[in-house]
Each structure stands twice: as structure tokens, then as C-alpha cells.
């Protein structure tokens, strides 16, 4: 009895056995994906947006007007969690019955902190990659001055060499 350790091929690769001989037989690729699509039973959406909090159905814990203070907004719902998470703790030592409530404000007060670390992600994106652009630009550079260097290094021994074979 013969066994395969690795399953045939998709049959689709027939359609790219004259690739070899010309590149432009094989199929063209589809086109992206616009709009919204289901993938593993989830439906997903191609526009990267951030929805809103109350999209969401968390209530909003700090401005809504589109200049916010991002370090104060953050420093102050930390400190809101630092406050509940110890209301918490007096809350399960003197009245266990009511931690629900508290447990609920912790989780919205995290839901904003993600949300507004979230909105902050587009700058970090750009910041990043002008970091790594601005990292290849000196890689570059670099390399520029070793091949320049190394040209001068061989055309001063080219020029010893013709010197010493003119001596001769």
C-alpha cells in the first residue's frame, strides 16, 4: 500500500504550466476586497475606522470635542481606575453583594483608556514608519560613504601600482 506524506496539489496549478515560457499566460489576480466581507463566520469591513464609544454602547468618560488633551485624558481615567479598584477592594471586604456595579465601572473606564490609546494609533503608525524611513536614509548614506571610501582606497593603490611599475 503506497501513502502520500503530503496531499496532491490544488488543481489549480494547471493554470500556470506555461509560466515558465510566457509570464503573462497565467491569470490575472482578483481584485481587493471592497467594502464589507464575512471571513470564519465574522463580518469584517475594509474601511479602518475607529468606532465610537457609544457605537460600542460604553458611555464616554471624557471630552467629546475632537481636541483632546490625550496625556491628561489618560492620566485622569488612570487615576479613576487607581480610585475604583480600590473601592472595589472595600467594596468585596465590607459589602460583597454590590461588586457588580463596581466591576462594571472598571470596565467601562478600560474600554475608554483602550479607546483613546486606540485613536492615538494612526500617529503612532506614521511616527514609526518615519523612524524607519528616516533609519534606511542613514543606512544608505552610510553605505554611499564605505563605497566611496573603498573607490578612493582602490584607485590609491591602482595609483601605487602604475608608480611602482613606471620605477621599474
Known amino acids: 500500500m503506497a501513502t502520500a506524506s503530503y496531499p496532491p496539489p490544488p488543481p489549480y496549478y494547471r493554470l500556470y504550466k506555461d509560466y515558465s515560457e510566457n509570464p503573462n499566460s497565467a ?12 471571513c470564519f463566520g465574522g463580518n469584517y469591513t475594509t474601511e479602518d475606522v475607529l468606532p465610537s464609544l457609544e457605537e460600542q454602547g460604553v458611555p464616554q468618560l471624557y471630552p467629546k470635542d475632537s481636541n483632546v488633551d490625550y496625556k491628561k485624558e489618560l492620566r485622569s481615567l488612570n487615576r479613576e481606575l487607581q480610585l475604583h479598584i480600590l473601592e472595589l ?78 620605477g621599474q
Open 27 to 38: 491569470p490575472q489576480p482578483p481584485p481587493p476586497i471592497e467594502g464589507t466581507y464575512v
Open 89 to 166: 477592594a472595600d467594596v468585596l471586604v465590607e459589602r460583597p453583594s454590590q461588586y457588580a456595579k463596581r466591576i462594571g465601572e472598571i470596565s467601562s473606564i478600560f474600554k475608554n483608556l483602550h479607546h483613546l490609546l486606540n485613536s492615538l494609533r494612526p500617529h503612532q503608525a506614521r511616527a514609526t514608519l518615519i523612524h524607519i524611513m528616516e533609519l534606511q536614509i542613514q543606512q544608505r548614506k552610510q553605505a554611499v560613504e564605505d563605497i566611496k571610501r573603498r573607490r578612493e582606497e582602490a584607485q590609491r593603490l591602482l595609483k601605487d601600482a602604475f608608480v611602482t611599475l613606471d
